[in-house]
């Protein structure tokens, strides 16, 4: 069963990597204690508005986990 653990592992490899525009860092913290619904929201909208490119830039494993917390969002319905 989805439980959120994965969307917050893909915020936290966004938030740590230093790829991550520092807007984009900014507008993820603090999402740790947040309803799923609001993560789910977070984690779409970071990823949706990186910079062309960047996702790219990401290791192979973050990509990975980055993916597999989007679907997870997608996953609870979010």
């Given at each position: 069963?989805?439980?959120?653990?994965?969307?917050?592992?893909?915020?936290?490899?966004?938030?740590?990597?230093?790829?991550?525009?520092?807007?984009?860092?900014?507008?993820?913290?603090?999402?740790?204690?947040?309803?799923?619904?609001?993560?789910?929201?977070?984690?779409?909208?970071a990823v949706r508005t990186l910079p062309p490119g960047t996702f790219e830039?990401?290791?192979?494993?973050?990509?990975?986990?980055?993916?597999?917390?989007?679907?997870?969002a997608k996953l609870l319905g979010y």
């Amino acid at each position: 069963m989805a439980d959120g653990n994965e969307m917050t592992k893909a915020i936290f490899v966004m938030l740590e990597s230093p790829k991550t525009p520092s807007r984009i860092r900014s507008f993820l913290r603090h999402t740790e204690d947040d309803p799923l619904e609001e993560k789910a929201w977070r984690l779409e909208e970071a990823v949706r508005t990186l910079p062309p490119g960047t996702f790219e830039q990401y290791s192979e494993v973050e990509r990975s986990q980055i993916t597999v917390g989007l679907s997870e969002a997608k996953l609870l319905g979010y």
